[in-house]
């Protein structure tokens, strides 16, 4: 199998650099995985119902009920500039990549 190949492929995709040692660890680790839905695969389902979940799940949200909200004062406190009891400059949370 090609895992070897498999890892450098990814780890150059998620930007990560591997040492050959890292790389022969993940490879076999890989292998493993790989070995393991290859016998899941094998097994005969035929006459099984495919389904999503293990157990049946029946609405496992809690109700949406109205509450308390935070009091202004306090999210406003951790605003870096506040007029007029609202927000007016946030610092970005996404930053432009450089080349």
């Given amino acids: 199998m090609k895992t070897n190949l498999d890892v450098r492929y990814v780890a150059d995709l998620a930007r990560i650099e591997l040492t050959e040692d890292e790389a022969q660890r993940y490879g076999a680790q890989l292998n493993a995985v790989l070995d393991y839905v290859g016998q899941l695969a ?8 495919p389904t999503a979940h293990a ?23 951790n605003a870096p500039a506040v007029a007029d009891d609202q927000f007016i400059q946030v610092p970005p949370v996404i930053e432009e990549e450089t080349p």
């Fill in 42 to 49: 094998e097994l005969d389902v035929a006459g099984l119902e």
């Fill in 55 to 77: 157990m049946p799940l029946v609405n496992v949200l809690r109700e949406d009920r109205a509450g308390d909200s935070l009091p202004r004062a306090g999210v406003l406190a």
